[in-house]
Protein backbone atom coordinates (compact mmCIF):
# COMPACT_ATOMS: atom_id res chain seq x y z
CA UNK A 1 0.00 0.00 0.00
CA UNK A 2 1.37 3.41 -0.76
CA UNK A 3 0.01 6.30 0.58
CA UNK A 4 0.58 9.78 -0.40
CA UNK A 5 -1.92 12.32 1.17
CA UNK A 6 0.60 13.74 3.69
CA UNK A 7 1.62 11.36 5.42
CA UNK A 8 -1.84 11.49 7.08
CA UNK A 9 -3.33 8.28 6.51
CA UNK A 10 -0.06 6.26 7.42
CA UNK A 11 -0.87 8.34 10.82
CA UNK A 12 -4.03 7.52 11.24
CA UNK A 13 -2.96 3.39 10.18
CA UNK A 14 -0.25 3.70 12.94
CA UNK A 15 -2.63 5.56 15.38
CA UNK A 16 -4.24 1.77 15.25
CA UNK A 17 -1.26 -0.29 15.24
CA UNK A 18 -0.21 2.36 18.39
CA UNK A 19 -3.25 1.50 20.48
CA UNK A 20 -2.73 -2.06 20.31
CA UNK A 21 -0.16 -1.78 22.92
CA UNK A 22 -1.36 1.23 24.86
CA UNK A 23 -4.42 -0.47 26.34
CA UNK A 24 -2.50 -3.61 28.54
CA UNK A 25 -2.12 -3.74 32.15
CA UNK A 26 -4.76 -6.00 34.50
CA UNK A 27 -4.63 -6.34 38.13
CA UNK A 28 -4.78 -10.79 36.65
CA UNK A 29 -1.43 -10.69 34.63
CA UNK A 30 -3.69 -9.52 31.17
CA UNK A 31 -0.61 -7.07 30.63
CA UNK A 32 1.93 -9.67 31.02
CA UNK A 33 0.27 -12.08 29.04
CA UNK A 34 -0.10 -9.81 25.98
CA UNK A 35 3.13 -8.68 26.70
CA UNK A 36 4.54 -12.00 26.00
CA UNK A 37 2.45 -12.60 23.19
CA UNK A 38 3.31 -9.64 21.36
CA UNK A 39 7.12 -10.61 21.95
CA UNK A 40 6.64 -14.26 20.60
CA UNK A 41 5.72 -12.58 17.17
CA UNK A 42 9.68 -12.65 16.69
CA UNK A 43 9.66 -15.96 17.15
CA UNK A 44 7.04 -16.59 14.01
CA UNK A 45 8.33 -17.56 10.65
CA UNK A 46 6.08 -19.46 8.77
CA UNK A 47 2.24 -18.98 9.11
CA UNK A 48 -1.43 -18.62 7.30
CA UNK A 49 -3.58 -15.19 8.33
CA UNK A 50 -7.04 -14.06 7.52
CA UNK A 51 -8.88 -11.03 8.50
CA UNK A 52 -11.21 -8.00 7.84
CA UNK A 53 -11.44 -4.65 8.14
CA UNK A 54 -14.31 -1.41 7.65
CA UNK A 55 -12.11 1.68 6.56
CA UNK A 56 -13.02 5.20 6.16
CA UNK A 57 -9.91 7.63 6.72
CA UNK A 58 -11.74 10.55 5.32
CA UNK A 59 -10.50 12.17 1.91
CA UNK A 60 -8.73 10.25 -0.35
CA UNK A 61 -5.75 11.68 -2.55
CA UNK A 62 -6.83 13.63 -5.84
CA UNK A 63 -5.55 12.46 -9.14
CA UNK A 64 -2.24 13.58 -10.06
CA UNK A 65 -3.74 14.70 -13.61
CA UNK A 66 -6.42 13.78 -16.04
CA UNK A 67 -5.16 11.07 -17.33
CA UNK A 68 -7.07 7.43 -17.94
CA UNK A 69 -4.54 6.08 -15.58
CA UNK A 70 -4.33 8.18 -13.34
CA UNK A 71 -7.74 8.92 -12.84
CA UNK A 72 -8.53 4.74 -12.73
CA UNK A 73 -5.92 4.87 -10.03
CA UNK A 74 -6.70 7.78 -7.93
CA UNK A 75 -10.09 5.72 -7.32
CA UNK A 76 -8.07 2.55 -6.18
CA UNK A 77 -6.63 4.76 -3.59
CA UNK A 78 -9.55 5.86 -2.40
CA UNK A 79 -10.59 2.22 -1.33
CA UNK A 80 -8.06 2.77 1.59
CA UNK A 81 -10.11 5.57 2.57
CA UNK A 82 -13.21 4.14 2.31
CA UNK A 83 -13.63 0.59 1.73
CA UNK A 84 -14.50 -3.06 3.53
CA UNK A 85 -11.73 -5.44 3.37
CA UNK A 86 -10.90 -9.17 3.86
CA UNK A 87 -8.53 -11.19 2.94
CA UNK A 88 -6.24 -14.35 3.48
CA UNK A 89 -2.83 -15.97 2.95
CA UNK A 90 0.31 -17.80 4.07
CA UNK A 91 3.72 -16.86 4.32
CA UNK A 92 7.42 -17.53 5.35
CA UNK A 93 10.00 -14.84 5.82
CA UNK A 94 12.93 -17.17 5.39
CA UNK A 95 13.16 -17.32 2.14
CA UNK A 96 10.75 -14.93 1.79
CA UNK A 97 7.64 -15.90 -0.13
CA UNK A 98 4.00 -14.59 0.24
CA UNK A 99 0.45 -15.20 -1.22
CA UNK A 100 -2.51 -13.62 -0.79
CA UNK A 101 -6.12 -12.53 -1.82
CA UNK A 102 -6.90 -9.67 -0.97
CA UNK A 103 -10.84 -8.48 -1.34
CA UNK A 104 -12.18 -4.39 -1.08
CA UNK A 105 -15.44 -3.40 -1.01
CA UNK A 106 -15.34 0.30 -2.10
CA UNK A 107 -18.14 2.53 0.09
CA UNK A 108 -18.88 -0.80 2.11
CA UNK A 109 -20.85 -1.64 -0.75
CA UNK A 110 -22.19 -5.16 -2.32
CA UNK A 111 -19.57 -5.12 -5.24
CA UNK A 112 -16.03 -6.42 -4.64
CA UNK A 113 -12.36 -5.97 -6.54
CA UNK A 114 -9.58 -8.65 -5.59
CA UNK A 115 -6.39 -7.88 -5.49
CA UNK A 116 -4.36 -11.66 -5.70
CA UNK A 117 -0.72 -10.68 -4.37
CA UNK A 118 2.50 -12.75 -4.58
CA UNK A 119 6.17 -12.24 -2.76
CA UNK A 120 8.67 -14.35 -3.80
CA UNK A 121 12.47 -13.18 -2.22
CA UNK A 122 13.10 -9.41 -3.79
CA UNK A 123 10.10 -9.23 -6.04
CA UNK A 124 6.37 -8.41 -5.37
CA UNK A 125 3.50 -9.39 -7.95
CA UNK A 126 0.47 -7.62 -7.62
CA UNK A 127 -3.16 -7.83 -9.62
CA UNK A 128 -4.65 -4.50 -9.90
CA UNK A 129 -8.52 -4.20 -10.86
CA UNK A 130 -8.94 -1.89 -14.43
CA UNK A 131 -5.45 -2.43 -15.12
CA UNK A 132 -5.11 -5.57 -15.20
CA UNK A 133 -6.77 -8.95 -16.85
CA UNK A 134 -7.89 -11.97 -14.62
CA UNK A 135 -4.38 -13.68 -14.38
CA UNK A 136 -2.07 -10.87 -15.32
CA UNK A 137 0.11 -9.03 -12.60
CA UNK A 138 2.65 -6.01 -12.30
CA UNK A 139 6.20 -7.16 -10.43
CA UNK A 140 8.26 -5.00 -8.61
CA UNK A 141 11.30 -5.62 -7.59
CA UNK A 142 11.47 -4.13 -4.32
CA UNK A 143 15.43 -4.63 -3.69
CA UNK A 144 15.64 -1.35 -6.12
CA UNK A 145 13.46 0.53 -4.64
CA UNK A 146 14.53 3.72 -3.03
CA UNK A 147 12.89 7.04 -1.69
CA UNK A 148 13.61 10.69 -2.68
CA UNK A 149 16.24 10.96 0.17
CA UNK A 150 18.38 7.81 -1.20
CA UNK A 151 16.66 5.35 1.87
CA UNK A 152 15.53 2.74 1.55
CA UNK A 153 11.58 2.71 0.78
CA UNK A 154 9.37 1.16 3.29
CA UNK A 155 7.96 -1.76 0.50
CA UNK A 156 11.12 -3.12 0.63
CA UNK A 157 12.04 -7.16 1.89
CA UNK A 158 12.89 -6.09 5.41
CA UNK A 159 10.14 -3.82 5.75
CA UNK A 160 7.65 -6.76 4.77
CA UNK A 161 9.98 -9.36 7.15
CA UNK A 162 10.19 -6.77 10.03
CA UNK A 163 5.85 -5.84 10.34
CA UNK A 164 5.63 -7.86 13.20
CA UNK A 165 8.67 -7.08 14.95
CA UNK A 166 7.61 -3.28 14.32
CA UNK A 167 4.27 -4.44 15.53
CA UNK A 168 5.27 -5.68 18.63
CA UNK A 169 8.01 -2.74 19.44
CA UNK A 170 5.16 -0.41 19.14
CA UNK A 171 2.67 -2.19 21.18
CA UNK A 172 5.43 -2.10 24.06
CA UNK A 173 5.99 1.66 24.26
CA UNK A 174 2.83 1.84 25.28
CA UNK A 175 2.04 -0.54 27.29
CA UNK A 176 3.94 0.95 30.13
CA UNK A 177 1.66 3.54 31.02
CA UNK A 178 -1.44 1.17 30.91
CA UNK A 179 -3.82 0.89 33.74
CA UNK A 180 -5.01 -2.31 35.32
CA UNK A 181 -8.85 -1.60 35.19
CA UNK A 182 -9.20 -0.93 31.71
CA UNK A 183 -8.80 -4.81 30.56
CA UNK A 184 -11.14 -7.52 31.00
CA UNK A 185 -10.32 -11.40 30.70
CA UNK A 186 -12.80 -13.91 29.55
CA UNK A 187 -14.20 -16.08 31.73
CA UNK A 188 -14.29 -19.18 29.32
CA UNK A 189 -11.49 -20.17 27.29
CA UNK A 190 -12.01 -19.66 22.81
CA UNK A 191 -11.93 -23.06 20.77
CA UNK A 192 -9.50 -21.93 18.33
CA UNK A 193 -9.61 -23.10 14.79
CA UNK A 194 -6.56 -25.87 14.61
CA UNK A 195 -8.17 -27.58 17.88
CA UNK A 196 -6.73 -25.19 20.59
CA UNK A 197 -7.52 -23.39 23.10
CA UNK A 198 -7.38 -19.51 23.25
CA UNK A 199 -7.60 -16.84 26.26
CA UNK A 200 -9.53 -13.43 25.00
CA UNK A 201 -8.38 -10.15 26.47
CA UNK A 202 -10.37 -7.29 25.43
CA UNK A 203 -9.82 -3.49 26.47
CA UNK A 204 -12.36 -1.23 26.37
CA UNK A 205 -11.66 3.12 25.17
CA UNK A 206 -14.81 4.92 27.24
CA UNK A 207 -15.15 8.74 28.20
CA UNK A 208 -12.89 7.89 31.36
CA UNK A 209 -9.67 6.45 29.75
CA UNK A 210 -9.98 8.00 25.96
CA UNK A 211 -8.11 11.12 26.95
CA UNK A 212 -5.36 9.33 29.01
CA UNK A 213 -4.99 6.78 25.79
CA UNK A 214 -4.90 9.53 23.35
CA UNK A 215 -2.33 11.37 25.83
CA UNK A 216 0.06 8.70 25.47
CA UNK A 217 -0.21 8.19 21.53
CA UNK A 218 0.62 11.46 21.31
CA UNK A 219 3.57 10.77 23.56
CA UNK A 220 4.97 8.18 22.08
CA UNK A 221 4.88 9.33 18.25
CA UNK A 222 8.58 9.88 17.99
CA UNK A 223 9.48 6.39 19.38
CA UNK A 224 7.37 4.66 17.11
CA UNK A 225 8.76 6.73 14.69
CA UNK A 226 12.07 5.72 15.18
CA UNK A 227 10.56 2.17 15.57
CA UNK A 228 9.20 1.98 12.43
CA UNK A 229 12.25 3.27 10.67
CA UNK A 230 14.28 1.33 12.50
CA UNK A 231 12.57 -2.03 10.84
CA UNK A 232 12.36 -0.34 7.05
CA UNK A 233 9.01 0.35 7.07
CA UNK A 234 8.95 4.20 7.26
CA UNK A 235 11.67 5.84 5.72
CA UNK A 236 13.89 8.61 7.77
CA UNK A 237 12.44 11.33 5.92
CA UNK A 238 9.01 10.50 6.89
CA UNK A 239 9.99 9.78 10.46
CA UNK A 240 11.33 12.71 10.60
CA UNK A 241 8.54 14.49 9.33
CA UNK A 242 5.70 12.74 11.42
CA UNK A 243 8.14 13.79 14.39
CA UNK A 244 8.32 17.38 13.41
CA UNK A 245 4.87 17.87 12.22
CA UNK A 246 2.93 18.65 15.20
CA UNK A 247 0.31 16.19 14.15
CA UNK A 248 -2.00 14.94 17.21
CA UNK A 249 -4.37 12.05 17.39
CA UNK A 250 -7.42 11.93 19.46
CA UNK A 251 -10.04 9.28 20.50
CA UNK A 252 -12.68 10.54 19.64
CA UNK A 253 -15.74 7.79 20.69
CA UNK A 254 -15.76 4.37 22.21
CA UNK A 255 -13.76 1.87 21.14
CA UNK A 256 -12.19 -1.76 22.31
CA UNK A 257 -9.02 -3.71 21.86
CA UNK A 258 -9.17 -7.78 21.76
CA UNK A 259 -6.79 -10.68 21.95
CA UNK A 260 -6.88 -13.35 21.84
CA UNK A 261 -3.92 -15.84 22.97
CA UNK A 262 -3.32 -19.54 22.97
CA UNK A 263 -1.74 -21.78 25.54
CA UNK A 264 1.19 -21.70 23.96
CA UNK A 265 1.69 -17.76 24.14
CA UNK A 266 1.30 -17.19 20.37
CA UNK A 267 -1.13 -14.34 19.46
CA UNK A 268 -3.69 -15.48 17.53
CA UNK A 269 -5.88 -12.94 16.94
CA UNK A 270 -5.88 -9.30 17.14
CA UNK A 271 -8.55 -6.45 16.93
CA UNK A 272 -9.88 -3.20 17.39
CA UNK A 273 -12.68 -0.68 16.80
CA UNK A 274 -11.81 2.97 17.03
CA UNK A 275 -12.64 6.32 16.02
CA UNK A 276 -10.11 9.20 15.87
CA UNK A 277 -9.10 12.14 14.68
CA UNK A 278 -5.81 13.62 13.32
CA UNK A 279 -4.63 17.09 12.98
CA UNK A 280 -1.26 18.55 11.91
CA UNK A 281 -0.17 21.89 12.95
CA UNK A 282 -0.77 23.17 9.38
CA UNK A 283 -4.35 22.35 8.98
CA UNK A 284 -7.29 24.06 10.19
CA UNK A 285 -9.64 21.57 11.23
CA UNK A 286 -9.00 17.67 12.26
CA UNK A 287 -10.31 15.10 9.95
CA UNK A 288 -12.02 11.80 11.52
CA UNK A 289 -11.46 8.40 10.79
CA UNK A 290 -13.18 5.32 11.61
CA UNK A 291 -11.40 1.71 11.55
CA UNK A 292 -12.99 -1.69 12.18
CA UNK A 293 -10.12 -4.56 11.86
CA UNK A 294 -9.60 -8.20 12.64
CA UNK A 295 -5.96 -10.54 12.15
CA UNK A 296 -6.09 -14.20 12.48
CA UNK A 297 -3.08 -16.13 13.04
CA UNK A 298 -3.32 -19.78 12.24
CA UNK A 299 -0.45 -22.65 11.77
CA UNK A 300 2.30 -21.06 13.40
CA UNK A 301 5.55 -22.02 12.41
CA UNK A 302 4.51 -24.84 10.39
CA UNK A 303 5.53 -24.75 6.39
CA UNK A 304 2.82 -23.34 4.37
CA UNK A 305 0.92 -24.70 1.51
CA UNK A 306 1.73 -22.14 -1.55
CA UNK A 307 -1.18 -22.36 -4.58
CA UNK A 308 -0.13 -19.70 -7.13
CA UNK A 309 2.71 -20.07 -9.31
CA UNK A 310 4.88 -17.63 -9.65
CA UNK A 311 3.38 -15.54 -12.63
CA UNK A 312 5.95 -15.36 -15.72
CA UNK A 313 5.24 -12.53 -17.81
CA UNK A 314 4.66 -9.82 -15.27
CA UNK A 315 4.84 -6.23 -16.32
CA UNK A 316 6.89 -3.84 -14.77
CA UNK A 317 5.66 -1.82 -12.18
CA UNK A 318 7.49 0.90 -12.18
CA UNK A 319 4.65 2.52 -15.11
CA UNK A 320 2.27 2.31 -11.86
CA UNK A 321 4.30 4.09 -9.83
CA UNK A 322 5.14 7.19 -12.16
CA UNK A 323 1.15 7.87 -12.30
CA UNK A 324 0.65 7.91 -7.86
CA UNK A 325 0.40 11.37 -6.67
CA UNK A 326 3.77 12.65 -5.09
CA UNK A 327 2.84 14.73 -2.52
Not at 118 to 146: A, R
Request: charged share 20%; proline share 4%; hydrophobic share 40%.
Amino acid sequence: MILSKSGKAALACMAAALVFSGCAKTPHHEKEDVTAALAKLGEVKQYTFSGNAAIDWGTAPAAKDSSETSALLASLMALFSNSNWTWNGAVTTEPMRLEAEYKAAPGGGQQTLDFPMIVNQNVLYLSIPYLNKSGEYYSFDMSKWTSSDGAKAPLSLDGLKNTDAAVAQIMSLLLTDAKSGWFAKAKNPIDLADGKKGQSITMSITDKNRGEVSDQLNKELPAIADSLQKNGIMTAAQAEKLKSGGSQIALSGPGELSFIIDDAGYLRQMGLILDMTTKSASEAAAEAHHIEYKQEYDAINQPPTFTKEIPTNAKSFDEVLKQLPQK
